[in-house]
């Protein structure tokens, strides 16, 4: 299924896999689904997170300390998919899981399980030939990280062997919360603007209402990952799953009263 980045911005939601468990994993995804998320980002608990600050790096150690593997975080996406038929699943990985399985392997095994694409955050568009053949024979969205520091000719390549939506990394550096979204973001989107049609997702930082309220002025979506993580760690297993529904609510608060009021002033004009 196509991915859905509507009403906007959209919510893209970024639960590790594993943690605390598989189960819960679920739980968590389906609270966060049903609470207003249009995208769950998967992530694949990897030994070497190079991109992820230190909410993320502890959530993937403990996820491995189970022994959470790629083969299960596909199960989960079927499990999802089955409770959520509607939802956006994308799995969000290293490199080195995928190419232990093998690419046309996890192609097949991402399609059969239900996921819509993947996010590969360690492979290069310039060295993706194989991967895309692998994912496009399955008709899965690949999804690559812009980041601040790209040149327009590399915007345009990573522009150009996207699908579904295109990863706007809101500044150098790793994944984390911040006070404030970064002014390299706007410039960012504004320039993938001209090489894309397809939805823009901000992300690396994002935590707060207002965070996301300030994207929704320029982007698609915003992408929620360590804030998320921080809660599951902070509500443990028994609660985790209702203080992500919480947080999810919380963020999405000020643009559902937004798309409320827009819907209403339409339904009017239609009546009249």
Do not use: W
Not at 6 to 16: D, E, G, I, M, R
Not at 29 to 37: Q, T
Not at 128 to 153: E, H, K, V
Not at 225 to 234: N, T
């Amino acid at each position: 299924m196509p991915l859905d980045l509507n009403p906007k911005p959209s919510l893209v939601a970024y639960v590790t896999c594993g943690d605390p468990d598989l189960p819960t994993t679920r739980d968590i995804v389906v609270a966060a689904i049903d609470a207003g998320a249009q995208v769950i980002e998967l992530g694949v608990p990897f030994s070497d997170p190079v991109a992820d600050g230190p909410v993320i790096q502890r959530a993937s150690e403990r996820a491995l300390k189970h022994g959470t593997t790629l083969a299960q975080v596909l199960e989960l996406a079927r499990g999802v998919r089955h409770q959520r038929p509607h939802a956006g699943l994308v799995l969000f990985s290293y490199l080195n899981p995928v190419l232990r399985m093998g690419l046309g392997r996890f192609a097949a095994a991402a399609g059969d399980a239900g996921i819509d694409g993947a996010l590969i955050t360690d492979l290069t568009v310039e060295e993706a030939g194989d991967y895309l053949r692998a994912m496009r024979s399955r008709d899965l969205a690949t999804i690559f990280l812009a980041a601040p520091t790209s040149t327009d000719q590399r915007l345009k390549r990573i522009a150009e062997a996207s699908r579904g939506f295109v990863y706007a990394v809101s500044r150098t550096g790793v994944t984390g919360a911040r006070e404030e979204v970064a002014a390299d973001a706007r410039k960012l989107v504004a320039r993938l603007r001209k090489f894309t049609r397809l939805p823009i997702a901000v992300g690396f930082g994002i935590s707060t209402p207002a965070q996301l309220a300030e994207v929704a002025k320029f982007a698609d979506a915003a992408v929620v990952g360590s804030a998320i993580v921080q809660a599951i760690e902070q509500a443990g297993r028994e609660r985790a799953p209702q203080a992500v529904a919480e947080l999810v609510s919380l963020l999405l608060g000020e643009r559902r009263k937004e798309h409320s009021a827009v819907s209403t002033q339409q339904s009017a004009k239609a009546v009249r």
